[in-house]
C-alpha cells in the first residue's frame, strides 16, 4: 500500500488531538490545584476533565486509524485498526453524497458508496476534502457507466439505526454515568433528591430511546415498495401504489434567549411525511446527513408510480 501513488489523501488531521491536548492540559492543571485547596468546585473539575480525556482520546484514535486513500485504479479505506481493506473501482456499485445541517446550522458531508456484496459504507469529510470527493465519485461512475435512472430504478436501500448507532448509545450512558455520579455527590451535600432525579430520568430515558433506535429503527426500499419501522410495534411494508402523497419535511427550531448572546441556537429535524391509499399520515424522522440520497430515491420511486397511475 505504501508504494502505491496516490492522487488524494482524506485524513482528519492532527489538529483535534493538538487542541484536545492542550484543553486536557490546562484543565488537568485547574482540577489539580481544585484538588490541591480543597475547593468545593473539584467534582465539576473532575468531570470537565474526564470529558476532555475522552475528547482527546478519541482525536487521537481518529487521527491514527482513519485514512481515504484514493488513487486511479481502487481507493484504500480504514476507520480502525481492523478494517483497513483496498478497493478496485470495479467492486463499487455505486456511490454518492449526503449533507444536512444540524445544531448550529453546522453542515454535516458524508461520502458513501456501496460495494457489490451489498454493503454501505461512508466517511465525513470537510470542504477542503470536496476535490478527492470528486475524483472518488468520477472514477466511480466511469468505471461502472451506469445511467442515473437506471441506479435510482435499480438495487435495494436500507436506513438503519444502527448506523453510527454504537457511539449515540456510549455517549448516553457515559453522560447517564456522569450524572449519576454528580447526583450522588450533591445528595450528599444535602441537595434536594426532586433536584437531581429529573435529570437522571431524562439520561435514563435518552438511554432507551437510542437503544431502541438502534435495534428497531429501519427503512428498506426495494423496487416495488418499502418497509417502515421506527419502533417495536409499527414496523410495515407499503408498495409504492399504496403511497398518495409524499414530501420531505424541514423544521427549524430555535431556542433560548433572543438577548442572551451566543445562548440562541438552531436545529434543523428532516422528516418523510407520505399519507397511504387509506389516509393514514406517517411522519419518519431521519438523518439527512447520513441518509439524503436514499431517502430522495423513496420519494423519486414514490412519486415515479404516481405518475404512472395519473397516465
Not at 466511480?140 to 436501500?157: H, L, M, R, S, T
Not at 438511554?207 to 433506535?213: C, G, K, L, P, S
Request: positive net charge.
Amino acid at each position: 500500500m505504501d508504494k502505491k501513488q496516490w492522487k488524494h489523501k482524506i485524513t482528519s488531521g492532527i489538529t483535534g488531538g493538538v487542541l484536545s491536548a492542550i484543553m486536557l492540559a490546562g484543565f488537568g492543571v485547574l482540577a489539580m490545584w481544585m484538588h490541591k485547596t480543597q475547593n468545593d468546585a473539584i467534582i465539576i473539575g473532575r468531570i470537565i476533565v474526564l470529558f476532555v480525556a475522552v475528547a482527546f482520546v478519541l482525536a487521537l484514535y481518529r487521527a491514527i486509524f482513519f485514512k481515504v486513500l484514493i488513487g486511479k485504479d481502487g481507493f484504500f479505506y480504514q476507520s480502525n485498526p481492523f478494517n483497513g481493506r483496498h478497493y478496485k473501482y470495479y467492486e463499487i456499485k455505486k456511490a454518492w453524497i449526503s449533507s444536512g445541517r444540524e445544531t448550529n446550522a453546522n453542515e454535516m458531508n458524508y461520502c458513501n458508496y456501496e460495494t457489490n456484496e451489498g454493503d454501505v459504507i461512508r466517511f465525513f469529510y470537510t470542504g477542503a476534502d470536496m476535490d478527492a470527493v470528486q475524483y472518488f465519485l468520477k472514477r466511480v461512475e466511469k468505471v461502472q457507466a451506469i445511467p442515473a435512472e437506471q441506479a435510482i430504478y435499480d438495487g435495494e436501500y436500507k436506513i438503519s439505526g444502527r448506523v453510527q448507532g454504537k457511539q449515540r448509545i456510549a455517549v448516553t450512558i457515559f453522560i447517564l454515568g456522569i450524572l449519576l455520579v454528580v447526583s450522588n455527590s450533591l445528595m450528599q451535600q444535602g441537595f434536594p433528591p426532586l433536584t437531581v432525579v429529573i435529570p437522571v430520568i431524562l439520561s435514563v430515558i435518552a438511554v432507551v430511546y437510542v437503544i431502541v433506535y438502534y435495534f428497531f429503527y429501519k427503512l428498506v426500499i426495494e423496487k416495488a415498495g418499502f418497509y417502515c419501522q421506527t419502533n417495536p410495534f409499527n414496523g410495515k411494508y407499503y408498495k409504492y401504489n399504496e403511497i398518495d402523497e409524499c414530501e420531505i419535511m424541514e423544521i427549524v427550531k430555535r431556542t433560548g434567549s433572543v438577548y442572551r448572546r451566543g445562548s440562541r441556537k438552531t436545529y434543523y429535524l428532516y422528516y418523510l411525511v407520505f399519507t397511504d391509499i387509506t389516509g393514514k399520515k406517517r411522519k419518519i424522522r431521519f438523518d439527512k446527513a447520513l441518509f439524503e440520497h436514499e431517502i430522495n430515491v423513496l420519494k423519486y420511486r414514490i412519486e415515479q408510480e404516481q405518475q404512472e397511475r395519473e397516465y
